[in-house]
């Protein structure tokens, strides 16, 4: 009995060791297939944003038919919506309001009828171009020198002093950082403006925020 037992025992000690590695290589290779890829994010965020800006303004010569067109400082705010064309253009539609100071000199087209401050609103269309990129440390495009151009339908309140609109249009260079935060962007432009038919022109210095989705 001895002498049938021992052959196998001794086959028994060379086939556990195999048999227990068979079993352990299933057990990693489902580990492995359990790992999920690792989530990254873009360090820039691009898309559909929204934008406020605002700041001073001032118009050089205010619209007017008669009288004195004297230079008027004020304030304005403009709200953006649009959608970024890849790394370097931006398209919108913005709507713009702003308030302008004048003497009671200034009668505008009212023939004398009305005098003093004036609004205006604005809905208009807008195109943004980054032109000059600069990285980072970590070497991300974070500050741009781009240029921004755009234009509107101005309508000037109280209709009595300046009773017909005209079309804005505004240009100028500016810089924005775009943020750790990813979807946040700063900047700061400046911007000149001119009114088509009145031949009245400006400029603003504009600090914005944009928020991308």
């Excluded at 500050?143 to 300046?162: D, E, H, N, Q």
Aim: glycine share 12%; net charge neutral; charged share 15%.
């Amino acid at each position: 009995m001895q002498k049938v037992l021992a052959p196998l025992v001794l086959c028994a000690t060379f086939l556990l060791p195999g048999v227990s590695g068979a079993q352990e290589t299933p057990s990693a290779g489902s580990t492995a297939m359990q790992d999920r890829p690792a989530v990254t994010f873009d360090e820039v965020e691009r898309g559909v944003y929204f934008a406020v800006y605002g700041g001073p303004s001032w118009i050089a010569n205010p619209p007017a038919s008669s009288g004195p067109r004297p230079f008027s400082s004020g304030q304005f705010a403009q709200v953006e919506l649009g959608i970024d064309l890849g790394e370097r253009l931006s398209l919108g539609v913005f709507f713009m309001g702003s308030v302008n100071r004048a003497g009671s000199d200034y009668v505008g087209d009212s023939q004398g009828a009305a005098s003093g401050d004036f609004s205006m609103m604005t809905p208009g269309a807008v195109l943004r171009a980054r032109l000059v990129g600069f990285a980072d440390s970590q070497e991300v495009k974070r500050t741009w020198i781009y240029a921004r151009a755009g234009v509107g339908y101005a309508m000037f309140s109280p209709k009595k002093l300046l009773p017909d609109s005209d079309i804005l249009v505004f240009a100028g260079p500016g810089v924005e950082y775009y943020t750790r935060l990813r979807h946040f962007s700063v900047g700061l432009e400046v911007t000149g403006n001119y009114l088509a038919s009145k031949g009245a022109f400006g400029f603003a210095v504009a600090p914005n925020i944009r928020y991308a989705f």
